[in-house]
Nanobody, 117 residues
């Protein structure tokens, strides 16, 4: 059974930094596409960053240059490094594991990030 556990969220002032972690069990992060999404109050869940099975990373335009996704294969964990945080980054951040072979998605429980102005 695949489980994803996020951690690292919290309250930070604008301009600050946080690092989110997503610890996976039941499947290897290197064998799947891993993504971070976020959902702000009253808004749809949106994609933030992706790391493919081959390790190619991408962040969406509105966080590019501020956020970075990475993985630690030994720890089976994916990270989202967030710098220069803005109030509009406030959201619940979710980790997603996409099994390409089965076209199946798994989600973590989410971690709250709040950026004060």
């Amino acid at each position: 059974q695949v489980q994803l556990v996020e951690s690292g969220g919290g309250l930070v002032q604008a301009g600050g930094s946080l690092r989110l972690s997503c610890a996976a069990s039941g499947s290897a992060v290197w064998g799947n596409t891993m993504r971070w999404y976020r959902q702000a109050p009253g808004k749809q869940r949106e994609l933030v960053a992706t790391i493919t099975r081959s390790g190619i990373t991408n962040c969406v335009d509105n966080v590019k240059g501020r956020f970075a996704i990475s993985r630690d294969i030994a720890k089976n964990t994916v990270y989202l490094e967030m710098n220069s945080l803005k109030p509009e980054d406030t959201a619940v951040y979710y980790c997603n594991l996409h099994q390409v072979a089965f076209s199946r998605d798994y989600w973590g429980q989410g971690t709250q990030v709040t950026v004060s102005s």
